[in-house]
């Protein structure tokens, strides 16, 4: 990455990490082979995937390594996980219910709002102020016909954690199959999924320093789901197609180096982002407005409104000046209401559209957050001072 500028975007997607792209150029030039071939030179790819399964199962602390179903990223996971347990009930003429949040990643709200277009029953917890969920909201939403609840483990926006582990034993207790989406959580929290007790985990390469394209679901032994792709028969006929073995290749290996250095690089991050965090706040006379639980959250996010401020204008003179954030208000209906997620978080549309969300990762140096605070603090003066709304406030 060029010096000058500067990537605070690790939850948009992180670089490919150095060891990885190693690995990745060398199975593109020595293993061309169709892992599903025989002979001899198909063998050597079969063997990459299935080592690649390995290191996925060992970060997740899985049982066996026959739980990972490679896929083509966290989108896909995400479609298995509901598609797969909702769509055969649904022709069997059956009306199953699900459970999800108002803050999920379009990834599960697209995919419910098709399955109840199909006939599902859909229920979208609400959020606290502080983006937070409890254990009761989903206690109280499950009835007899509830089938899967689908919860993130962090908020890609946020970065605030859901209890998992305590809704869990709801599930466990009411016999419904628990689902999360934890591509955001992965490599920024521990995670063990037999203690965190879900049945179905969604993750992807491309948040944890691999390559974009690839992606798995963990699934518990025994949970049959209907396949999206239907042909070959490929990861044990769960997913059809032959292996995006460069892909998957990659994908072990990054969650082998995560397995190595997790920890420590979660407190290194952590350091910097509360540094940030403090400093511009005391830079700019405390009238940041800060989202999301102060504790309950993964450690390199950071989400934030400027007052009086178009979170747009903001983004356009960071990106001026080389800086890449990303706006809270991304709007895909077009409406301009600001970011779903802190509108549901119940902030008013100004407030929402004047969010931006930064984000740090391996490769976040202290003397770039020195230049983004420095930076950072210009231009919000600079946006400040020509903002009518600041001047009456
Ligand atoms: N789920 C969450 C929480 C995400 O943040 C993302 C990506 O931004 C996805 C799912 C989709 O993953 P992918 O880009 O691998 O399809």
């Known amino acids: 990455m060029s010096a000058a500028k500067l990537y605070f975007d690790y939850n948009a997607t992180t670089p490919v990490d150095p060891a990885v792209l190693k690995l990745m150029a060398e199975v593109a030039r020595d293993n061309f082979g169709n892992p599903s071939s025989g002979h001899c030179f198909g063998r050597p790819g079969a063997k990459l995937v299935e080592q690649a399964r390995i ?4 970060l997740l602390r899985a049982e066996s390594a026959a739980e990972i179903c490679f896929t083509s990223g966290g989108t896909e996971s ?8 909702v769509m055969p009930l649904l022709l069997r003429g059956l ?4 459970i999800i949040s108002e803050v999920e990643h379009p990834a599960i709200l697209e995919s419910c709002r098709f399955l109840e277009q199909a006939g599902a029953e859909i229920t979208r917890l609400k959020v606290a102020g502080d983006g937070t969920l409890s254990a009761v909201q989903v206690a109280n939403a499950i009835k007899d016909e509830t089938v899967l609840v689908s919860l993130m483990l962090a908020n890609n926006e946020t970065g605030v954690i859901f209890p998992l582990r305590e809704i869990s034993t709801i599930t466990r207790s009411r016999g419904v199959l628990l689902h999360t989406d934890a591509v955001q959580a992965l490599g920024k929290v521990e995670i063990d999924v037999n203690e965190l007790g879900v049945d179905m985990l969604s993750l992807s390469g491309h948040k944890i320093y691999g390559p974009k394209g690839v992606g798995a679901l963990w699934l518990r032994s025994g949970i049959a789901l209907e396949p999206l792709f239907h042909g070959g028969g490929q990861e044990s006929g769960l997913r059809s197609g032959t292996e995006n073995m460069i892909g998957i290749a990659a994908l072990g290996h990054a969650c082998e180096i995560l397995s190595d250095r997790m920890k420590e690089e979660g407190c290194r991050i952590e350091k910097l982002r509360n540094e940030l965090e403090f400093n511009l706040n005391a830079a700019l006379d405390q009238e940041l407005i800060f989202h999301g639980h102060r504790d309950f959250r993964v450690p390199n996010t950071i989400s934030l409104s400027v007052p009086y401020i178009d979170g747009e204008s903001l983004l356009a003179h960071l990106d001026l000046d080389d800086i890449a954030v990303s706006a809270g208000s991304a709007c895909s209906s077009g409406e301009h209401q600001g970011s779903p997620v802190l509108r549901a978080m119940g902030l008013n549309s100004d407030l929402a559209q004047g969010s931006v969300r930064i984000s740090l990762g391996r490769w976040t140096e202290p003397d770039e957050v020195s230049v983004f605070l420095e930076k950072f603090t210009t231009i919000v003066r600079r946006l ?4 009518p709304l600041y001047q009456n406030r």
Not at 55 to 58: E, F, G, I, L, Y
Not at 78 to 85: E, Q
Not at 95 to 98: A, R
């Open 55 to 58: 290191q996925v199962a060992h």
């Open 78 to 85: 995400d479609n298995l996980a509901l598609k797969g347990v």
């Open 95 to 98: 009306k199953p219910h699900v």
């Open 384 to 387: 400040w001072k020509i903002s």
